[in-house]
């Protein structure tokens, strides 16, 4: 069912939890692919009930930003969680979430602002905020869906280490179910933002995987020295390419790596055609 109303979702939640019901929570900015999938499925498989949220936060942009046009499909986001067994979509508004009128006169104040030192860092540095925003929205998510689960991509990976420290400081009784990228054949990770490529562009994007297959292979074969790993990308980057950050850090701290092991994350960020990609792979 689609709701867009927090009243109405707490309703039928307070339903499912009298009868016991356990609850997933997959949260979406919508325009779903089969990344996005991957999670609903992941929990209709663990969950008696899911719920998909498909939002498209306006305080997690920055600004020039592309928020006016994210691309947004609810009608096809429906009948795709329909198809693969969620319960409700839940769809609110803006205004729904934070209040009539709050873009225009910045009145919303109660933020949940995470540590600095997980914010200052890959995609923190030129997205000044948009860990504020995105914290934001998942813990009032968390607050109106009050969910068992929540599910979350491997793609965005400083975005789940983030979140598994706001549930963690906030003890907020929900349990994180991380779960794989999910890639292309060509192995380009899935994102919104492919949309945006061109056949060219998709293309040009491909190199973003596979140098960091290659730094995995690199390692795999016995190299750890990080500034080998990193000028081996270069073979594999071309004018088509604006490389923001290519970093080795800590899987559990985002701390930054002297030497290469298995609680390494290989981040990057690229831009490809001026659409901005990101991707990880862990070493281990």
């Known amino acids: 069912m689609l709701l867009h109303k927090i009243s109405d979702v707490r309703e039928q939640i307070k339903a499912w939890k009298k ?3 356990t609850v997933g929570l997959v949260p979406t900015m919508g325009a779903l692919h089969d990344g996005h999938k991957s999670l609903i499925k992941k929990s209709v498989e663990k969950c008696e009930k899911t719920v998909v949220s498909v939002f498209v936060n306006p305080i997690q942009f920055c600004p ?3 928020l006016d046009k994210y691309p947004r499909t609810l009608e096809a986001d429906e009948k795709l969680c329909n198809d693969l067994g969620a319960d409700i979509v839940f769809a609110p508004s803006p205004a729904e979430m ?8 910045n009145d919303f104040l109660t933020y949940v602002i995470p540590p600095f030192f997980y914010t200052n860092k890959l995609c923190g540095k030129s997205r000044v905020g948009h860990f504020d925003g995105v914290c934001t ?21 400083q975005q789940l280490i983030i979140l598994k420290k706001m549930v963690l400081d906030l003890n907020i009784p929900v349990q994180i179910v991380e779960c794989p990228i999910v890639r292309e054949p060509s192995g380009l990770a899935l994102s919104s933002r492919n949309k945006y490529l061109s056949e060219e562009g998709k293309k040009n994007a491909l ?19 990080i500034k080998a790993l990193s000028e081996t990308v270069y073979s594999f980057l071309d004018n088509n390419h604006a490389l923001e950050y290519l970093e080795f850090r800590d899987r559990n701290s985002l701390e930054e790596k002297t030497v290469a092991d298995n609680d390494t994350i290989v981040f990057i960020a690229d831009r490809v055609e001026n659409v901005r990609l990101i991707d990880n792979i862990e070493l281990s």
Do not use: W
């Open 137 to 157: 929205v998942v813990n009032k998510l968390f607050n109106i869906v009050q969910p068992d689960f929540a599910f979350f991509g491997k793609k965005d990976m």
């Open 207 to 225: 190199a973003i995987s596979r140098l960091l297959f290659n730094i995995k292979s690199c390692y795999n074969n016995g190299i750890n020295d």
């Open 98 to 105: 934070y209040g009539e009128g709050h873009i225009l006169s």
């Open 64 to 66: 020039g930003e592309d």
């Open 19 to 21: 009868t016991g019901l």
